[in-house]
C-alpha cells in the first residue's frame, strides 16, 4: 500500500501548520523563520519525514521559507520510591538507580511546539 506512506506524518505536519498559524497571528508585524518541534521517542512520528511533508506544505505558502528545528525526546519515567527520572532503555522501565518498577511516565510521547523565532520587521 504505498499510497499510505507518509499519510501520518501529512496529517500531523498539517496540524502543526495549523498550530504555528494560530501563534504566529497572535504576534503580528514580525516575520516568522523558524519553528521548534519536540517529537517523543513514543509518538509514533518519523522525524524526517514529517519534515518533509513540513517542507512540502510550506513551499510556495506566505510561510515560505520557514526552517523547522526537530528535537527528539526520549521515552523517561519517573521513579516514585526515589523520585529519580531515567531513560527507558530496551522497553525495560525499572528505575536503574534503586530497581523499582514502581515509576510513572515522565516524556516521551509529546508531540509539540517549542518555540517560534520571529525576525523583527
Ligand atoms: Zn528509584
Known amino acids: 500500500m504505498p499510497?499510505?506512506?507518509g499519510l501520518h506524518e501529512m496529517s500531523i505536519a498539517q496540524a502543526v501548520l495549523d498550530a504555528v498559524h494560530i501563534e504566529a497571528g497572535l504576534r503580528p508585524g514580525g516575520r516568522l523563520t523558524r519553528v521548534g518541534l519536540r517529537i517523543g521517542?513514543?509518538?509514533?512520528v518519523e522525524p524526517e519525514s514529517l519534515r518533509f511533508c513540513?517542507?512540502?506544505l510550506v513551499?510556495?505558502?506566505?510561510?515560505?521559507p520557514l526552517a523547522f528545528e526537530l528535537e527528539l525526546c526520549p521515552w523517561?519515567?519517573?521513579?516514585?520510591?526515589c523520585g529519580a527520572p531515567f531513560r527507558v532503555?530496551?522497553?525495560?522501565p525499572t528505575c536503574p538507580a534503586?530497581?523499582?518498577?514502581?515509576t510513572?511516565?515522565?516524556?516521551?510521547d509529546q508531540m509539540e511546539l517549542s518555540y517560534l523565532e520571529l525576525e523583527e520587521p
Open 54 to 56: 513540513l517542507e512540502t
Open 104 to 108: 510513572e511516565a515522565a516524556g516521551g
Open 3 to 5: 499510497l499510505q506512506y
Open 89 to 92: 532503555v530496551d522497553c525495560i
Open 41 to 44: 521517542e513514543l509518538s509514533g
Open 76 to 81: 523517561t519515567r519517573c521513579c516514585r520510591p
Open 59 to 64: 513551499t510556495g505558502t506566505d510561510l515560505d
Open 98 to 102: 534503586c530497581g523499582s518498577a514502581d
